[in-house]
């Protein structure tokens, strides 16, 4: 190979497989070090260096400069030395050229046995990169096969590298041909030892966040939020948006005009339906939203330690809409919400004494339950903050010298003035009801 070829090679090599020019010469220099080394001996500080305009290649090596050489791989006496490089003196190092006249195919085929590896090497950890940089986001790949051995696992052509759908995370009843286009979510990337790979998924619920990112451009900026999503892969998913900026609708902006971006998104999902609903901080108006389609006649909530649970009533007509096939409806309400859903029918309520004046009865003593929550977390706070004052005061008051203290009757002046100030600041509204309670429950368990 002429030396021009050689840089012609690896430019064409770089191009084909996308790869730095200035790896794959690094990785022949050392490739022909190791040949170098294998054929003729050396010492360590052996380098060789390939011209890039050219291909010259050519192998220095670094020797000391000693009265008597002992090691010719390692030393050189001064004389020779001196031909170099006129001012060398003993126990320099010097650099010189020890190309060998043949110095060719022996070393050829053992640094083209090494570059390849590096090449290999290279290319595996771009590979690498390139899917890392996918992951957490949806792709569009090409089934390469099914792997029956390995329990029916899909084999997908990402493009920049391969992907693999194991059986957990296919679609229930989705079938899966080759050369088939899907859009796929990448969970995770993986460096085994046969090369890296992309771990998909098509039932994660982040796979239906990002395919609505894609098709809503209210949410990639920022306008629309979604809350939550409760999915049931293959059969139904539901979405809770809320709109972050005033004057949009959150759900609108979801479905599109004619459901042309809900569509997208279903497609996508292989037919999957999805609802979108709107989020509310108000829990009874979130719950009766997230049985939507069912219409809801009223929502009365109960709350312990074990449990937070809500009494849905509904039109007898509009009963089996509300839980859905199988459930199906109640089931995704509850994973939306985080409460546990129990609807019963507007007769059937009343039957079991839950008039419209009992369940306004509920909501009372429910309110006036949270009340209470809100007022002891209230109370809570203020005692740490007082905690905190007196635990910050205390070194301050043990470092001042004894004539500049204050009397007892000052003291007591001062902490009636600062418990007022943090009274004061308590009072601030900073935190909402959830937040409170969360605090409170936290402090119980301590």
């Known amino acids: 190979m002429a030396r021009n070829d050689l840089i012609i090679a690896i430019n064409q090599v770089c191009a084909e497989r996308g790869l730095d020019p200035q790896t794959v010469l690094e990785a022949i220099e050392q490739a022909l070090v190791s040949a170098y080394r294998k054929r003729f001996g050396g010492g360590q500080n052996v380098f060789a260096k390939i011209d890039p305009k050219t291909g010259a290649i050519k192998v220095f090596a670094e020797l000391e400069v000693v009265e008597r050489v002992r090691d010719p791989k390692t030393q050189i006496d001064l004389a020779r030395a001196r031909r170099y490089k006129p001012d060398v003196q003993l126990g320099d190092k010097i650099v010189i050229e020890a190309t060998p006249k043949d110095f060719g195919r022996i070393a050829a085929q053992t640094a083209k046995q090494v570059m390849m590896q590096r090449i290999r090497e290279a290319e595996r950890a771009h590979t690498f990169e390139e899917l890392k940089k996918l992951e957490g986001e949806v792709v569009l790949g090409t089934i390469q096969r099914i792997d029956r051995k390995l329990n029916n696992q899909v084999v997908v052509n990402l493009g920049r590298g391969e992907g693999i759908l194991p059986r957990s995370e296919q679609i229930p009843r989705e079938r899966y041909r080759q050369n088939d286009k899907m859009y796929f979510y990448v969970k995770d990337v993986v460096d085994s030892q046969r090369g890296p790979y992309a771990i998909l998924s098509r039932t994660d619920p982040r796979f239906v966040r990002r395919l609505l990112e894609r098709e809503v451009p209210e949410i990639r900026t920022g306008a629309v939020e979604i809350k939550s999503i409760a999915r049931e892969p293959g059969a139904r998913s539901k979405v809770a948006v809320a709109a972050i900026q005033p004057n949009v609708d959150p759900v ?63 039109p007898d007509d509009q009963l089996s809409l509300a839980i859905g096939k199988e459930g199906q409806n109640a089931r995704l309400a509850a994973k939306l919400t985080g409460w546990k859903v129990d609807i ?66 000052d003291k007591g002046e001062e902490g009636a003035d600062k418990g007022e100030a943090e009274e004061e600041y308590m009072d601030v509204d900073y935190l909402d009801q959830l937040a409170m309670k969360q605090l409170l429950e936290g402090d119980q368990e301590d």
């Open 344 to 409: 019963r029918g507007e007769k059937e309520a009343e039957a079991e004494g839950l008039t419209p004046e009992e369940r306004q009865r509920l909501r009372l003593q429910y309110a006036q339950q949270q009340a209470d929550i809100m007022a002891r977390a209230q109370a809570l706070l203020r005692e740490r903050a007082r905690e905190k004052a007196r635990k910050t005061k205390e070194p301050a008051a043990s470092a001042e010298p004894a004539s500049s203290r204050e009397t007892e009757a």
């Open 252 to 314: 609108g902006s979801c479905v599109g005009v004619r459901g042309t971006r809900i569509q997208a998104v279903v497609n996508a999902l292989g037919g999957e339906k999805i609802d979108v609903v709107e989020w509310s901080k108000d829990p009874y108006k979130f719950i009766a939203n997230a049985l939507s389609p069912a219409k809801v006649i009223d929502v009365v909530l109960f709350e312990d330690e074990d449990e937070r649970r809500a009494l849905v009533i509904v």
